[in-house]
């Protein structure tokens, strides 16, 4: 069973992954509400959280947010509701909501597809730095 705190959303993502690192320590600088927690696809609680939203990684190479409320988002739903949480320029980015989401998510699976030829791979999953373990489900 499942057991996050209400008051958070967990983004689960590619920890391998470059870009979606860098994306994480973004949503972590921008987080100013303290909404967030982050664990890995690789991890032991991503898997448990993938498995229990029945998720198959091999069909859905995406970033995930699981509201522990009931609710989930994929792809670019994913990605446009977490800029939601931020201010300023950020909120423009909800212009995008107008976008069809197969259209929105032709996009997405592009970069995701190829990121890692393009912003490349880690051998292992990132380690947060003491100041950021908070942030990050273990």
């Known amino acids: 069973m499942l057991d996050f705190p209400a008051d958070k959303k967990i983004i689960i993502f ?9 994306s994480v320590l973004k949503v972590i ?13 690789q991890s032991e609680i991503g898997k448990e959280v ?8 091999s069909k859905i190479d995406s970033i995930i947010l699981f509201d522990p ?20 320029f950020w909120k423009l980015t909800q212009i995008f ?12 699976d592009f970069i995701a ?8 791979k880690k051998d292992q ?8 373990t908070s942030k990050f489900l273990s």
């Open 97 to 108: 909501w107008l976008i069809p989401k197969a259209l929105r998510n032709l996009v997405y």
């Open 50 to 57: 993938l498995e229990h939203l029945k998720i198959d990684t």
């Open 14 to 22: 590619d920890g391998v992954c470059n870009l979606c690192n860098q």
């Open 69 to 88: 409320k009931g609710k989930y988002y994929i792809k670019s739903s994913a990605a446009l509701k977490i800029m939601s949480s931020f201010n300023g």
């Open 29 to 41: 600088k921008l987080d100013k509400k303290n909404a967030f927690l982050f664990t890995s696809l």
């Open 113 to 120: 597809k190829n990121r890692y030829k393009w912003f490349g």
């Open 125 to 132: 999953c990132m380690i947060p730095t003491p100041e950021l």
